[in-house]
């Protein structure tokens, strides 16, 4: 034994313990460095197959498909709620023009009415046409 120094012994279950657990933290610490100092292509390698199928050319293909689709969809649906609103603009504007024709048929109707009478005709005839009763001379009856 060496001088001045002291010497336990321990029992045989502490010192598998203590090295346990002094094993366990240094695991531990190199796994957490690990994770922050893994390159990609570690990263990649640990991933199953499965999901790199995901990334393939084919299944690209088929998302660009699907979202062209989608995306025309899209497109007719928007030009279809177009033409319907212009349209219904068009059936909106071509009702206020009925709702006028209807309304001067009207006006023209009474004008009608009122002028139909012989009285109201004559009066018209002489005021703003200029009209006048014919003479003696100017009657010729035929038999």
Request: proline share 3%; aromatic share 6%; hydrophobic share 45%.
């Amino acid at each position: 034994m060496a001088t001045g120094a002291i010497v336990i012994n321990q029992p045989k279950w502490k010192q598998t313990l203590t090295n346990n657990s002094k094993e366990r933290a240094k695991l531990n610490q190199q796994r957490t460095l690990e994770q922050f100092k893994r390159p990609e292509n570690q990263l990649l390698a640990r991933l199953p197959n499965e999901s790199l199928s995901f990334l393939s050319i084919r299944n690209f293909i088929i998302l660009a498909a699907v979202a062209g689709i989608f995306f025309l969809g899209l497109l007719v649906f928007i030009k279809v709620s177009h033409s319907q609103n212009k349209l219904g603009m068009e059936i909106s504007r071509l009702m206020n023009y009925q709702v006028q024709l209807l309304e001067e048929n009207r006006r023209l109707k009474i004008e009608l009415a009122r002028l139909a009478s012989l009285d109201d005709l004559e009066i018209v005839a002489r005021r703003d046409l200029g009209l006048v009763s014919p003479s003696q001379g100017q009657i010729v009856i035929i038999d």
